[in-house]
């Protein structure tokens, strides 16, 4: 969780960054909600973040084609298990207490956000959204389309979704369940509201279709739901894309491209 906040935002403020996200990373255990205006909670799974990947993660690591990058990669434990299987992959994350975590355990990460250029653009095999990012941002229509630049032709984007049929765009907070920001001294960006969406496999299908997305498969395992999706064919993104990846590898750092991504 934590790809980024949403294609205006800047990495500086993103509350994913602050003191109860990066916490809870590094005890490995919460609790740790997202609290919408109203005082409704929904729990993070922070323990399952932090643990080794379980059999409904594998059912979706196992489905995973070509160079991975996994957004929003929190801990880590997607990333070192692609790994471990074989295939190149890159997790982001705007905490750097996640990417550091990620690279502890053995992935390879990147402070970044979804909507900041990152390497490989246009030449990603599998994009993951679990954990509940397809939620960043709270625009999956806007997630998609960045989906779509960043996946070559035919790439598959593997995204968990709500258990629920439900399409919900709400401001949250980040609440670590003591009542209280976790610093009194000083506004924080944890205190801010920021756009999270949560949508079922009904909802995100839509979203798919509208943006031209072909379905390619939906299953459930251990309570939770998944959806994979074929990019859509847009030869104007695939130009921007291959335009934005020259540009994003020039200025990133070249190791960590080419041990990912084949040139």
Same mark, same amino acid.
């Given at each position: 969780?934590g790809?980024g906040p949403g294609?205006?935002?800047? /990495?500086?403020a993103a509350?994913?960054g602050t003191?109860p996200?990066?916490n809870a990373?590094?005890?490995?255990r919460?609790?740790l909600?997202?609290?919408?205006s109203?005082?409704?909670?929904l729990p993070?799974?922070?323990e399952r973040?932090?643990?080794?990947?379980g059999a409904?993660d594998?059912?979706?690591?196992?489905r995973?084609?070509?160079p991975?990058?996994d957004?929003?990669?929190g801990p880590?434990r997607?990333v070192?298990?692609?790994?471990g299987?074989g295939h190149?992959a890159l997790? #982001?994350d705007?905490?750097e207490?996640?990417v550091?975590?990620?690279?502890?355990i053995?992935?390879?990460?990147l402070? &970044?956000s979804?909507?900041?250029p990152?390497?490989?653009?246009?030449?990603?095999?599998?994009?993951?959204?679990?954990?509940?990012? #397809?939620g960043i941002?709270g625009?999956?229509?806007?997630?998609l389309?960045?989906?779509?630049?960043?996946?070559g032709?035919?790439?598959?984007?593997?995204?968990?979704?709500?258990?629920?049929d439900?399409?919900?765009?709400?401001q949250? &907070?980040l609440d670590d369940?003591?009542?209280a920001p976790a610093?009194?001294?000083?506004?924080?960006p944890?205190d801010r509201?920021?756009?999270?969406? /949560?949508?079922g496999?009904?909802?995100l299908l839509r979203?798919?279709?509208?943006?031209?997305w &072909?379905?390619?498969?939906q299953?459930?395992?251990?309570g939770?739901a998944?959806?994979s999706l074929?990019?859509p064919?847009h030869p104007? /993104?695939?130009?921007?894309?291959?335009?934005?990846s020259q540009s994003?590898?020039?200025?990133?750092?070249?190791?960590? #491209?080419?041990s990912?991504l084949?040139r």
């Amino acid at each position: 969780m934590g790809g980024g906040p949403g294609p205006e935002a800047t /990495r500086t403020a993103a509350p994913w960054g602050t003191d109860p996200y990066a916490n809870a990373l590094r005890n490995g255990r919460g609790p740790l909600f997202l609290r919408r205006s109203d005082g409704w909670l929904l729990p993070l799974e922070v323990e399952r973040w932090c643990s080794d990947p379980g059999a409904a993660d594998l059912s979706a690591l196992h489905r995973c084609e070509g160079p991975v990058l996994d957004i929003g990669c929190g801990p880590g434990r997607l990333v070192a298990e692609l790994i471990g299987l074989g295939h190149r992959a890159l997790g #982001i994350d705007v905490s750097e207490a996640a990417v550091a975590r990620t690279r502890r355990i053995g992935g390879s990460a990147l402070l &970044r956000s979804v909507f900041d250029p990152l390497p490989g653009e246009g030449r990603w095999g599998t994009l993951l959204l679990v954990d509940g990012n #397809i939620g960043i941002g709270g625009d999956p229509a806007a997630l998609l389309g960045r989906a779509a630049d960043l996946l070559g032709t035919g790439g598959l984007l593997i995204a968990e979704t709500s258990p629920l049929d439900i399409d919900e765009r709400v401001q949250v &907070r980040l609440d670590d369940g003591r009542g209280a920001p976790a610093r009194e001294c000083a506004p924080d960006p944890a205190d801010r509201p920021f756009p999270w969406a /949560r949508i079922g496999t009904p909802a995100l299908l839509r979203y798919a279709d509208a943006c031209g997305w &072909r379905p390619a498969d939906q299953w459930s395992a251990d309570g939770r739901a998944f959806v994979s999706l074929r990019r859509p064919r847009h030869p104007v /993104r695939e130009r921007s894309a291959r335009t934005s990846s020259q540009s994003a590898e020039r200025a990133d750092n070249p190791p960590v #491209i080419s041990s990912q991504l084949e040139r």
